[in-house]
């Protein structure tokens, strides 16, 4: 942890650390957020498009539509919003629409994040809300939670590849493998 940076960071980047947890268990990919109005924390989300069945339910939208609903406003210009991975371009339209003023994320994502990573929105001068964009605040944090998923998610596949695989499922009783899946 870097211990230079402003306290109030890291205090909110450890309650959306507790946000990406709460993913995880439902085993969503891990990314959690919070939305902070004058120091005071006015709406949490985490990361649920699979549980949801809702491809627009990445943590900052869950976090984003909280906050406006919690604030009666769909504009947001004195918030800022804490995430643990950096915002994807959906993410970064709506934190443009609600006029978010600051964004904190954690860990940098070189596939999807409009921050910088793949495309910087926030760069952008032909768009016309420009937030202050900080990256890089409990970064280890946030990304071994990723890691962690990930890691266990693949040791899980391979896992049931072997059980499908292997003839110990037939000695250990296991019936319900079919004899075409037992050969490869
Ligand atoms: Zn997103």
């Known amino acids: 942890m870097n211990r230079d940076l402003p306290a109030t960071d890291e205090t909110y980047m450890g309650l959306a650390l507790a946000q990406a947890r709460a993913a995880m268990v439902q085993g969503e990919v891990p990314v959690g957020a919070v ?14 498009p699979v549980g949801g069945h809702d491809p627009s339910a990445h943590a900052e939208m869950q976090a984003l539509r909280a906050a406006a609903q919690a604030l009666g406003n769909y504009r947001l210009p004195e918030c800022e919003l804490y995430v643990t991975l950096e915002p994807c ?10 006029r978010i003023k600051r ?4 860990a940098s994502d070189p596939k999807t994040g409009a921050c910088g990573s793949v495309v910087d929105l ?11 964009v900080v990256g890089g605040v409990m970064r280890d944090e ?3 939670i990723l890691q962690t998923f990930f890691s ?24 319900s493998v079919p004899p075409s899946e037992t050969s490869n």
């Open 142 to 144: 946030c990304v071994g």
């Open 35 to 48: 939305v902070v109005c004058d120091g005071q924390v006015v709406a949490v989300g985490h990361n649920c």
């Open 122 to 132: 926030f760069a952008e001068p032909r768009l016309n809300h420009h937030a202050d």
């Open 152 to 175: 266990e998610r693949r040791a899980a596949a391979r896992a049931r590849r072997l059980a499908q695989s292997s003839p110990a499922a037939e000695v250990a009783g296991d019936t």
């Open 103 to 106: 964004v904190v994320f954690g």
């Open 89 to 98: 371009v959906m993410c970064a339209g709506a934190i443009m629409h609600a």
